[in-house]
């Protein structure tokens, strides 16, 4: 029986989670669920899952649920606060964090579960962006096991050789093909672009997710994160790292060794798949996805991206090849220029140019620190906020 902490249980991965945890009751017991604001879906939760530990950011919200649950007689501890997060992540009772928070604020958390030894199940893709080498030396000081949650890179890791480990170097892998549905505004004329409304953006045609990675998906910042992201867990110069188009989304991504094999994964798209993965690892279990029906997908496509369409894209290769604090500035400036287009306060198309002048403009140094990380995050978002005001 291994007990798992869900940072962000109430987001469309943690909830995934908890239906997977829901179909494992002898493998998996809930030792401490998380949120940002949602008190009534961590109420039903902490009511279905009786976790020993609740944590809130917001003292109101944590005393409201506190009451909740006392008057239906539930025992669940409710804590309140960041450090709260990292608290329930370092557990004795915790052998796996599932790190689910969107964006820099699921940091500090996970990196935390990653320096206890913890089997870290990482969808939190901003977290590992930022602090990079950083994070990836804690995992491999620490012996933790670091399992891939983002469907791309749980997709890559199963087609690494036998017995792989994240962070290692694999001689006999040539290219990692990373696949990209190419989001909502593939097919879009060009013109158009720039009056496009968050409703549209959000309406991504495979999958179903929160709102920030839909509008990443949509720009392509989420295939941008995701290359960072595939450049650090199998340790791999961009080079290595070939993004497909791939309109379907039935393969999540694909291996080519150097003997000429390309072995890729597929699935239906449902995050239960590498969920139930990254749990069950090294052995598997049901996650209550269906079956695939090749006969109803009929063909797969495949095509080159295009980098005019999604300038996001070209600003992470740019990124990940200037090292030290780019990749968080990029991602700092990308979270603001997100949630303000979100609010109706910027066009999609004004997104990668306040990531273009955060990265033009502030400072970048050497991420040996995690301050130097968390000020190169807060300089990002000072610039873009300013910028963004200019607008
Ligand atoms: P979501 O918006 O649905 O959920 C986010 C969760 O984080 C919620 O539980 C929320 O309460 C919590 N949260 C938000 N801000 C917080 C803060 N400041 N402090 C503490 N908690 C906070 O997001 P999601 O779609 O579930 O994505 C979560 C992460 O997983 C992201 O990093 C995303 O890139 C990654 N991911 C998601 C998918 C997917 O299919 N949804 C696929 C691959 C990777
Ligand atoms: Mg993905």
Redesign the pocket.
């Known amino acids: 029986m291994k007990g798992i902490c869900v ?10 989670t908890l239906d997977v945890a829901g179909r494992h009751p002898d493998r998996y017991r809930v030792v401490a669920l ?5 008190i009534d879906r961590l109420f039903e939760q902490c009511q279905r899952f009786r976790p020993p530990y609740a944590v809130m ?1 917001d003292e109101p919200p944590a005393a409201e649920l506190r009451r909740r649950l006392r008057d239906a007689g539930i025992e669940t501890e409710v804590l309140s606060g ?1 450090r709260a ?1 990292e608290a329930v992540c370092v557990l004795p009772e915790v052998d796996s964090v599932m ?5 820099a ?2 940091l500090l958390p996970t990196l935390a579960a990653a320096r206890a030894g913890k089997t870290v199940l990482l ?5 590992l962006v930022m602090s990079g080498p950083l994070f990836m030396s804690a995992v491999r000081e620490s012996g933790a096991d670091l399992l891939p ?3 791309e890179h749980n997709a890559i890791f199963q087609c690494m050789p036998a017995n792989y480990h994240a962070g290692r170097t694999a001689p006999e892998v040539r290219r990692i093909l990373l696949t990209a549905s190419g989001g909502p505004f593939l097919r879009k004329g060009l013109g158009e672009l720039h009056d496009v409304t968050p409703a549209e953006a959000v309406a991504h045609p495979n ?8 509008v ?1 998906s949509a720009t392509m910042m ?1 295939k941008g ?1 995701e290359l960072i992201e595939a450049c650090l867990l199998f340790n791999a110069p961009p080079e290595l790292v070939q993004v497909v188009i791939h309109p379907q989304s039935v393969i999540h991504s694909m291996v080519d060794y150097v003997d000429g094999t390309v072995l890729a994964q597929m699935g239906n798209p449902d ?1 239960r798949i590498p969920i139930a993965h990254a749990m069950a690892w090294p052995e598997r279990f049901d996650s209550g996805a269906e079956p695939l029906d090749l006969f109803a997908v009929k063909r797969l496509d495949f095509e080159a991206p295009d980098f005019q369409r999604f300038p996001c894209l070209q600003r992470a290769y740019d990124a990940v090849r200037a090292g030290g604090t780019m990749p968080a500035i990029l991602n700092a400036a990308n979270e603001l220029a997100v949630a303000s287009f979100l609010d109706g306060g910027i066009r999609f198309t004004d997104i990668p140019d306040v990531i273009s002048h955060c990265m033009m403009s502030v400072p970048v140094g050497r991420a040996d620190s995690i301050e130097t990380v968390l000020e190169a995050d807060r300089s990002a978002r000072e610039t873009a906020g300013a910028y963004i005001r200019k607008l």
């Open positions: 940072l962000g249980s109430t987001g469309s991965i943690g909830v995934s998380t949120a940002n604001h949602n950011i960041v997060l790190a689910a928070i969107v964006g604020a699921g969808a939190n893709k901003e977290a949650i983002d469907s999958w179903v997710m929160g709102r920030k990675i839909s990443d989420n994160l995050m």
